[in-house]
Structure formats: C-alpha cells, structure tokens
C-alpha cells in the first residue's frame, strides 16, 4: 500500500490521558515562548549591552540569518509589524510557522491526535537555500536594505 492516497492507520494518544494531560506539554511550550517574548518586549535591543553580539558579526563583519531576530522580536511584541521585517524578515516567518504549527498542535492535542510532521527533503532544502540566498544578499553592497 505505497502512494498518495495510501490510509495510514490512526494514531491515538492512550485513552487514559485526559485532555489536560495531552494538553500541558502545548502549554509548556507556549509558557516558554510568551516570557521569552515578553523578556524581548521589555528589554530593548536596540540600545547596547543588554544583550551579546553575534559572534560572526563581531569578527567578521558579515550579517548572519539570525542577525536582526532580536529586534525583529522585539519589534513584534509592539506591533511593529514593518520594523519587525525590516530587521529580519525570516524571523518574523518562522514566527509565524510557529503559531500556526502550535495551533495545529493544540487542536490536534484536544481532539487526541499526535501531531505529525513529515516534512520531505525538498522543502527542507529550499528552506535552508532561501535562507543561504538571505545571507548571501544581505552581505553584499547591493543587499544594504536587508541589515538589520
């Protein structure tokens, strides 16, 4: 029974789970991710020392994928959708990816489904090559528009 089409058996929590019990680890998680949030929220990093520099920035001068996320985050948790783009676009994505795969998780969780991520080799490939074409850009004279 190979293909598309092919009926994967369904995969069930064990009944005696409550829907609390298959609830907390979706709540943990979020829990972690509102105080480092709300950690950024508050403290700026746009003004200096409050946070470490990226190490490659540092020595070498070039903008990693990363480089921008904090301010980028920060600027999310103030509704500064544009700046929060503008300092690092794919960190604003996987935000978003975030969400909306938690959401998934949490719907998923309370009906007592596992939540199943198979993603193949191609969009994890393309994924890891538009963030090289990011980095690629951002560290030319040209790609200027995309520092942080």
Do not use: K, Q
């Amino acid at each position: 029974m190979h293909g598309v089409n092919a009926e994967r058996p369904r995969a069930t929590y064990p009944p005696a789970r409550t829907a609390a019990a298959r609830l907390a680890v979706p709540a943990g998680i979020l829990a972690a991710v509102a105080a480092a949030f709300a950690y950024v929220g508050a403290v700026d990093p746009n003004e200096p020392g409050h946070y470490p520099a990226c190490p490659l920035l540092a020595y070498t001068g070039v903008y990693c994928p990363g480089c921008g996320g904090l301010r980028s985050a920060h600027a999310l948790v103030h509704g500064d959708f544009a700046a929060a783009l503008r300092d690092n676009a794919p960190a604003v994505v996987g935000c978003l990816g975030f969400a909306v795969l938690w959401t998934v998780w949490v719907v998923r969780a309370a009906r007592g489904r596992p939540l199943r991520i198979e993603p193949g080799p191609v969009p994890l490939w393309a994924a890891g090559a538009l963030l090289l074409v990011f980095t690629v850009v951002r560290n030319l004279p040209f790609g200027g528009w995309l520092h942080p």
